[in-house]
C-alpha cells in the first residue's frame, strides 16, 4: 500500500514540474516580446523628416558654404531629450567629413543606430558642389 | 474477518494520503492559477499597449504627410471626411487645413478621434515651435492612466515646428 502511494506521488510531482516548466517558459517567452521595432518606426521617421527640414530651410546649404556646423547644432539641440543624432557633411568624392553637428551629450554613436541621408548641391563661385548629409540616430540611454 | 479487513485498509487510504494529497494538488493548483492570470494580464495590458502606440503614431503620420481624404476636406461636411491631414506635401503643413482642424476638433472631439482611428483614446495635439513655445494646440485637456506621445517634426510657414499627439486612456 505504502510503495502504491508513493508512485502516485512521484507522477503528482512529475506533472507538477512539467506544469512549472511551461509555465516559466511562457514567462519568458513573453518578457522577450517586446515593442522595440517602435523605437525604430520613430528613430526612421523623425531622422527622415530632421533632414528634410533642415534642407527645407536652408540650414544644410548654410552649414556646407560657411563650413560652420553651429546652425545645425542648434537644430539638433532644440530636438527632444531622449532623440540622439549627428549629423555627418561629405563633399562629393570624400569619405572624410567636412563638418560633424551633434549633441553635446551625444558624441559617441552606438552600433544599432538609425542612418539617413540626403543629398545636395550649394553653389560655390557659380559652380554646383554636391553634399551628402549622413545623419546618425538612436534613443538617449 | 477478511471484509472486515479489506473495509478497515480501504479506510486507511481515504484519510492521511488522500487530505494531504488534496492539500498538495490544490496548492499546486492556486499557485498554477495565480500565475496564469498573471501571464493573461501581462499579456493583454502589452497588446493594449502597443494598441495605443501603433494607432498614434499611425494618425500622426497621417496628419503630417497627408492632405487627407478628400483633399479638400476643410470644405466638407464632418460626415464627409474620412481622413484627416494638415499637410500641403508631407511634411510641410498647411496653415489653413491647420486652423480648419484646430475648429473641428473643438466643435466636434468625437467625430475626429473615430476619424484619426482613436476612438478608444482620448487624444491632444499640440504644435510648438522648437524652443518650445506652443503655436498650436488642440483635443482634450484630461489627463489618462496610460498615454503615449508621438512626435514628427514638420514646416510650419517655413518654419521648423514639432507636431505631437497625445493618445490616452
Excluded: H
Aim: charged content about 20%; hydrophobic content about 45%; proline content about 3%.
Amino acid at each position: 500500500m505504502n510503495s502504491k502511494a508513493f508512485v502516485i506521488s512521484f507522477d503528482a510531482v512529475l506533472a507538477l514540474l512539467v506544469v512549472f516548466a511551461f509555465l516559466v517558459a511562457s514567462f519568458s517567452l513573453i518578457s522577450r516580446v517586446s515593442d522595440s521595432g517602435f523605437n525604430e518606426s520613430f528613430l526612421q521617421a523623425f531622422s527622415f523628416d530632421s533632414l528634410k527640414v533642415l534642407e527645407a530651410s536652408g540650414k544644410l546649404q548654410q552649414a556646407a558654404l560657411e563650413n560652420d556646423s553651429s546652425g545645425i547644432d542648434s537644430f539638433l539641440n532644440s530636438l527632444p531629450y531622449y532623440y540622439c543624432a549627428r549629423i555627418d557633411f561629405f563633399e562629393q568624392g570624400s569619405s572624410v567629413p567636412s563638418i560633424i553637428a551633434s549633441k553635446p551629450n551625444c558624441r559617441n554613436v552606438p552600433s544599432n543606430s538609425f542612418l539617413a541621408r540626403r543629398f545636395f548641391a550649394v553653389s560655390i563661385n557659380s559652380e554646383p558642389v554636391f553634399y551628402t548629409a549622413e545623419l546618425k540616430s538612436w534613443i538617449a540611454g | 474477518m477478511e471484509w472486515l479487513l479489506l473495509k478497515k485498509s480501504k479506510g486507511q487510504v481515504f484519510s492521511a494520503d488522500t487530505l494531504l494529497g488534496l492539500l498538495v494538488f490544490l496548492f499546486a493548483l492556486s499557485i498554477v492559477f495565480f500565475y496564469t492570470s498573471q501571464l493573461f494580464e501581462r499579456q493583454s495590458s502589452f497588446f493594449e499597449e502597443l494598441e495605443l502606440k501603433t494607432q498614434t503614431f499611425n494618425a500622426l503620420s497621417s496628419l503630417v504627410e497627408t492632405k487627407g481624404f478628400p483633399s479638400n476636406w476643410e470644405f466638407q461636411n464632418i460626415p464627409e471626411i474620412k481622413a484627416f491631414g494638415i499637410a500641403s506635401s508631407p511634411g510641410i503643413v498647411d496653415s489653413a487645413k491647420l486652423e480648419s482642424f484646430l475648429q473641428i476638433s473643438q466643435s466636434d472631439y468625437d467625430s475626429v478621434r473615430k476619424t484619426l482611428g482613436l476612438s478608444k483614446f482620448n487624444y491632444r495635439l499640440s504644435i510648438n515651435d522648437l524652443n518650445g513655445e506652443s503655436v498650436a494646440i488642440a483635443g482634450s485637456d484630461a489627463k489618462g492612466i496610460f498615454s503615449f506621445k508621438a512626435s514628427r517634426l514638420a514646416l510650419l510657414n517655413n518654419e521648423a515646428v514639432l507636431v505631437s499627439l497625445e493618445a490616452f486612456k
